[in-house]
């Protein structure tokens, strides 16, 4: 069983990021099969590269990339970072376009918390559209990481117009294989990529059970507009009809929780 050390953890914590380079290499092949033919099934054929194509859920929809969720690796870092009950939440997949400018993926500040794992299938570098991170961003509430949201959202300067590839950041950059996970919090973007840069993420939470966590959750869902159609498919949709039982324990919150399809 894979498991992360506590300097992995306090990494993440003071962070908000973490880089496995090399942790896939021997899935690497399939996953790429996979994505590709899961695009080329969503339009990937027909993409011209003047803006993103994004197909979300996406893993849920093949039976080889559902089982990310059964690999170790991504069991044990879900579950170091989150805790034995997380919970799948959902997944995209991309061909990027260009520039991707400064964001979180959640709410500010963050009403429950997400861990986002993005495997690139190209080589990616500083300047041609590798992850950067501001470390220490995901911190709402502290002085710093509240400086740095009203900075890249607008309500201060922006650093006298300073243009978002000169940020101070870390660039996270990426060999295919190599796993790179984020606190959605975390303050990301891309700079100088092409025009078709696979891409595809997986995001956990927690086990929401009762209570404001739950209730947020909910309220994603709402927010999203998912039904049991989008999520799961069919009826036989491998997501739930390959799962297995421990697979299943990790969908609980999707289960109970995404309406049904009309």
Same mark, same amino acid.
């Given at each position: 069983m894979?498991q992360?050390?506590?300097?992995?953890?306090?990494?993440?914590?003071?962070?908000?990021?973490?880089?496995?380079?090399?942790?896939?290499?021997?899935?690497i092949?399939?996953?790429?099969?996979?994505?590709?033919?899961?695009?080329?099934?969503?339009?990937?054929?027909? !993409?011209?590269?003047?803006?993103?194509?994004?197909?979300?859920?996406?893993?849920? !929809?093949?039976?080889?990339?559902?089982?990310?969720?059964?690999?170790?690796?991504? !069991?044990?870092?879900?579950?170091g970072?989150?805790g034995?009950?997380?919970?799948?939440w959902?997944?995209?997949?991309?061909?990027?376009v260009?520039?991707?400018?400064?964001?979180?993926?959640?709410?500010?500040?963050?009403?429950?918390?997400?861990?986002?794992?993005?495997?690139?299938?190209?080589?990616?570098?500083?300047?041609?559209?590798?992850?950067?991170?501001?470390?220490?961003? !995901?911190?709402?509430?502290?002085?710093?990481?509240?400086?740095?949201?009203?900075?890249?959202?607008?309500?201060?300067?922006?650093?006298?117009?300073?243009?978002?590839?000169?940020?101070?950041?870390?660039?996270?950059?990426?060999?295919?294989?190599?796993?790179?996970?984020?606190?959605h919090?975390?303050k990301?973007s891309?700079w100088?990529?092409?025009?078709r840069?696979?891409?595809?993420?997986?995001?956990?939470t927690?086990?929401?059970?009762?209570?404001?966590?739950?209730?947020?959750?909910?309220?994603?869902?709402?927010?999203?507009?998912?039904?049991?159609?989008e999520?799961?498919?069919?009826?036989?949709?491998?997501?739930?009809?390959?799962?297995?039982?421990?697979?299943?324990?990790?969908?609980?919150?999707?289960?109970?929780?995404?309406p049904?399809?009309?």
């Amino acid at each position: 069983m894979f498991q992360l050390e506590s300097h992995h953890k306090d990494f993440m914590d003071t962070f908000g990021f973490l880089h496995f380079p090399g942790l896939l290499d021997d899935r690497i092949g399939e996953i790429a099969e996979a994505f590709d033919e899961l695009l080329k099934k969503n339009g990937g054929d027909d !993409h011209e590269g003047v803006e993103r194509l994004a197909v979300v859920p996406f893993i849920n !929809h093949d039976p080889y990339l559902c089982t990310l969720l059964d690999d170790p690796r991504i !069991h044990g870092i879900a579950a170091g970072l989150l805790g034995e009950q997380y919970q799948y939440w959902n997944s995209d997949g991309n061909l990027y376009v260009g520039d991707t400018r400064w964001h979180s993926d959640t709410q500010w500040p963050e009403p429950i918390r997400f861990f986002k794992m993005a495997i690139y299938l190209d080589p990616m570098t500083k300047e041609t559209g590798a992850l950067r991170v501001i470390p220490g961003s !995901h911190r709402f509430g502290e002085g710093y990481a509240e400086t740095v949201h009203e900075h890249l959202s607008g309500k201060k300067g922006g650093w006298g117009g300073l243009h978002g590839s000169e940020v101070p950041a870390v660039a996270v950059e990426t060999s295919p294989g190599d796993l790179a996970v984020f606190n959605h919090s975390t303050k990301h973007s891309a700079w100088g990529g092409g025009k078709r840069r696979r891409m595809f993420t997986m995001v956990f939470t927690g086990h929401h059970t009762e209570g404001p966590a739950l209730e947020s959750f909910k309220t994603i869902i709402r927010q999203h507009g998912y039904t049991t159609r989008e999520v799961f498919g069919r009826e036989d949709g491998p997501l739930l009809s390959t799962a297995t039982p421990e697979r299943l324990r990790h969908l609980q919150n999707l289960i109970a929780h995404i309406p049904k399809a009309a």
